[in-house]
C-alpha cells in the first residue's frame, strides 16, 4: 500500500466556498426580493378570479386530473388534512435553508450553483407573480375545492382581503414546488449514496399538498418545474465540482511501467 490520501470531492473543496457574511447578505436579500415582490403583485383582485378561472377551464381542455382528486384522499379524515397544512406551512422555508446550509457547509462549489438557481427561479416566478396574479382553486367556487387549511387547520393565510402579510394571489408559478423539486435535484447531483434518489419524494409530497390543500392548480407546478428546466440549462454546475463524473484510473509510474513491460516480454 502506498498510504496516500484519495482526494475527496472536488465540490467540498472549502476554497470554493464563499464568504459567510456575504452569502447571509445575498440569501437575506433574496427573502427581502421575495417578500416585497409578493407585496408588490396585490390589488389585482378582479383580474387574479378572472385568470383563475381561466386557468382552470384550460386544464379541463388540457383534460389534466382534477385536483378534487387529490383532495378527496386528504378529506377522508380531519388528521391526514390536518398534516398537509402542516407541511405545507413548515416545511417550504426550512427545508430550503437546510438545503442551502449543508451545500456550503458540506459542498461549497455545489452551494454556488443551487443559490444561483434558486434566485434565478425566484426572480422569474416574481415577474409572473406580478403579470399574471392569479387566486388559488381554494378561493374559486367554480372548482368545488375546501379550503382545507381554513377548516382544519392550521393556516398561513387570514382573509385575502386584510392579509398585510402575503399575496394570495400569487400562486403561479408554485416556488412551494419549484423550490422543493431545487433541493431534490441538488441533493441528488451533490451526493453518491444509492439512497439520493429517495430525495424526490420532497418534491412529489409537496406537489400532492399543494394541490391537495387547494392553494395551487397542477399547472402551477408545470410552470415552476419548466422554469426551473431553464435555469439548470442555463446555471450549468460548474465541471471543477466532480459531479457525475467518474474516478479516472490509476496509471503507474514510469519506471513500474517499464519494469512491467520488461518482465512481459522475457
Not at 415582490?37 to 386544464?59: F, I, K, P, S
Not at 385536483?67 to 379524515?77: F, K, M, N, T
Not at 392553494?215 to 471543477?240: I, K, M, Q, S, Y
Request: charged letters at 15%; proline letters at 7%.
Amino acid at each position: 500500500m502506498s498510504g496516500r490520501k484519495e482526494p475527496g470531492p472536488a465540490g467540498s473543496d472549502a476554497s470554493a466556498r464563499p464568504p459567510l457574511v456575504r452569502e447571509l447578505l445575498l440569501v437575506a436579500g433574496l427573502f427581502l426580493v421575495y417578500k416585497l415582490g409578493r407585496r408588490l403583485a396585490t390589488g389585482h383582485t378582479g383580474e387574479a378570479y378572472r385568470n383563475g378561472r381561466e386557468v382552470w377551464d384550460l386544464e379541463r381542455a388540457l383534460r389534466l386530473p382534477g385536483e378534487g382528486a387529490v383532495q378527496s384522499l386528504l378529506l377522508h379524515g380531519d388528521g391526514l388534512a390536518h398534516l398537509a397544512n402542516t407541511y405545507y406551512a413548515v416545511v417550504h422555508f426550512p427545508a430550503t435553508a437546510a438545503f442551502l446550509v449543508w451545500l456550503y457547509l458540506r459542498r461549497p462549489a455545489h452551494y454556488v450553483w443551487a443559490r444561483r438557481v434558486l434566485a434565478a427561479v425566484t426572480a422569474a416566478a416574481l415577474v409572473l407573480h406580478l403579470v399574471f396574479p392569479l387566486a388559488p382553486p381554494r378561493m374559486l367556487a367554480a372548482t368545488g375545492l375546501v379550503d382545507t387549511a381554513r377548516v382544519y387547520g392550521p393556516s398561513v393565510y387570514g382573509p385575502p382581503e386584510a392579509d398585510g402579510l402575503s399575496n394570495q394571489f400569487a400562486a403561479m408559478p408554485s416556488l412551494h414546488f419549484g423550490w422543493a423539486l431545487m433541493v431534490a435535484v441538488g441533493l441528488v447531483v451533490a451526493t453518491r449514496a444509492w439512497w439520493r434518489w429517495l430525495w424526490l419524494l420532497h418534491p412529489l409530497v409537496t406537489l400532492l399538498v399543494i394541490v391537495g390543500t387547494a392553494n395551487h392548480f397542477w399547472l402551477d407546478a408545470l410552470v415552476a418545474a419548466a422554469l426551473l428546466g431553464l435555469a439548470l440549462v442555463v446555471l450549468r454546475l460548474p465541471r471543477h465540482t466532480g459531479a457525475g463524473r467518474a474516478r479516472a484510473p490509476h496509471v503507474p509510474d514510469a519506471p513500474a511501467r517499464d519494469r512491467a513491460l520488461a518482465g512481459a516480454g522475457r
